[in-house]
C-alpha cells in the first residue's frame, strides 16, 4: 500500500524559505506514470495547486506561486521536496502532497505550517 | 492565470439529487481540462471521486457521477445519503498547471 508523509518545520518566520518533504513509501517515486504534487489549504478556505514533479524533474508550477516555488525529487530517497521562499502569514497552511497518475489518488495526511515571528 | 468557479453551496434532500458545476474564466471547460472532482471531509485530505471527466476511483460511489454541461464540468449526485454532506472541489488541467476551483459546500438536509 502506497503512502505519503509530508514532514518538516510547522513554524516558519516571515520572509524566510518555508521547506517540506514528502517521503514515499511502499512504492517508487521513479514510476514513468506518475507525477508527485504539493497542494495547499490555508485554514478555514479552499484548496490551492503548488506545483507537480515528474520523477525525471520535469515540473509545472502554478503561475502565481512560480517566482517563490522550487519543487525537486530525490529518487535515491524516494523523496520529493517543496521550497516556498519569501513567505507571508498568506502562506500559511495545511499542505498536502499527493501522487497523480490519471487521478490523484494517493495524498500525504497533510502538515500545518505557520507563518509568524 | 484561469479561475475556476463553483457554486458556494448547495442543499440537498436525502435521496435527492444534485448538480453541482464548474466553470472557467478562459471559456468552456472541454474534456481536454481533464475535469477531476474531489470530496473533502472537515479535517481529512480531499480525496478523487471523478477524474477525466467521467472516470471514477473504484472507492467513488455509483451516485456519483461527472459529465460536460453547458460548457462547464459538472458533479451529478444522484441519491444524496447524509454522508454525502462535505467540501466539493473541482480542479482543472491548463497545459499541465492545475486550478482548483472554489468548492461547494454540499448540505443533506
Known amino acids: 500500500q502506497l503512502q505519503l508523509q509530508e514532514s518538516g518545520p510547522g513554524l516558519v518566520k516571515p520572509s524566510e524559505t518555508l521547506s517540506l518533504t514528502c517521503t514515499v513509501s511502499?512504492?517508487?517515486?521513479?514510476?514513468?506514470?506518475?507525477?508527485w504534487g504539493w497542494i495547499r489549504q490555508p485554514p478555514g478556505k479552499g484548496l490551492e495547486w503548488i506545483g507537480s514533479?515528474?520523477?525525471?524533474?520535469?515540473?509545472y508550477y502554478n503561475p502565481s506561486l512560480k517566482s517563490r516555488v522550487t519543487i525537486s525529487v530525490d529518487t535515491s530517497k524516494n523523496q520529493f521536496s517543496l521550497k516556498l521562499s519569501s513567505v507571508t502569514a498568506a502562506d500559511t497552511a495545511v499542505y498536502y502532497c499527493?501522487?497523480?497518475?490519471?487521478?490523484?489518488?494517493?495524498w500525504g495526511q497533510g502538515t500545518l505550517v505557520t507563518v509568524s515571528s | 492565470q484561469a479561475v475556476v468557479t463553483q457554486e458556494p453551496s448547495l442543499t440537498v434532500s436525502p435521496g435527492g439529487t444534485v448538480t453541482l458545476t464548474c466553470g472557467s474564466s478562459?471559456?468552456?471547460?472541454?474534456?481536454?481540462?481533464?475535469p477531476y472532482w474531489f470530496q473533502q471531509k472537515p479535517g481529512q485530505a480531499p480525496r478523487t471521486l471523478i477524474y477525466?471527466?467521467?472516470n471514477k476511483h473504484s472507492w467513488t460511489p455509483a451516485r456519483f457521477s461527472g459529465s460536460l454541461l453547458g460548457g462547464k464540468a459538472a458533479l451529478t449526485l444522484s441519491g444524496a445519503q447524509p454522508e454525502d454532506e462535505a467540501e466539493y472541489y473541482c480542479?482543472?488541467?491548463?497545459?499541465?498547471?492545475?486550478?482548483f476551483g472554489t468548492g461547494t459546500k454540499v448540505t443533506v438536509l
Open positions: 480542479l482543472l488541467s491548463y497545459s499541465g498547471a492545475h486550478v
Open positions: 478562459t471559456g468552456a471547460v472541454t474534456s481536454g481540462h481533464y
Open positions: 511502499g512504492g517508487s517515486i521513479s514510476s514513468s506514470s506518475y507525477y
Open positions: 499527493a501522487r497523480r497518475g490519471a487521478e490523484y489518488d494517493y
Open positions: 514533479i515528474y520523477y525525471s524533474g520535469s515540473t
Open positions: 477525466d471527466t467521467s
